[in-house]
């Protein structure tokens, strides 16, 4: 019972956190130049969550690009540029990657 009890509070503490940086921060207080440089954090965070999932194994390594999470995201990386479909290439990226990995 009492992992739950720590979950629970974990996940209050970081909805709450959350919640603050929402309330608090007011968008029409914010410089031109302020919400130019936070256009840019979703884009710089996302290749820092996805990087290390991609091209790392479990002990912290360097994967070859025979490593059919690389040959998945090189797929879905010329999907995305050639389509400029967010969905298409989420799709092509898991299909040639369960393709890869299953047979």
């Not at 929402?22 to 996302?46: D, E, G, H, M, R």
């Not at 790392?56 to 010329?78: H, M, Q, R, Y």
């Amino acid at each position: 019972m009492s992992i739950w009890i720590s979950i629970i509070i974990t996940g209050l503490i970081n909805y709450i956190t959350r919640l603050g940086s929402v309330l608090l921060i007011k968008p029409q207080k914010l410089n031109n130049t302020l919400k130019t440089v936070l256009n840019y954090v979703p884009s710089a965070v996302f290749p820092a969550i996805i990087f290390p999932a991609v091209f790392l194994n479990e002990s912290g390594l360097l994967v070859g690009f025979n490593d059919p999470k690389v040959i998945a995201t090189i797929i879905a990386f010329f999907t995305g540029i050639l389509s400029k479909n967010l969905t298409l290439t989420i799709f092509v990226g898991l299909i040639s990657y369960w393709i890869i990995l299953f047979f």
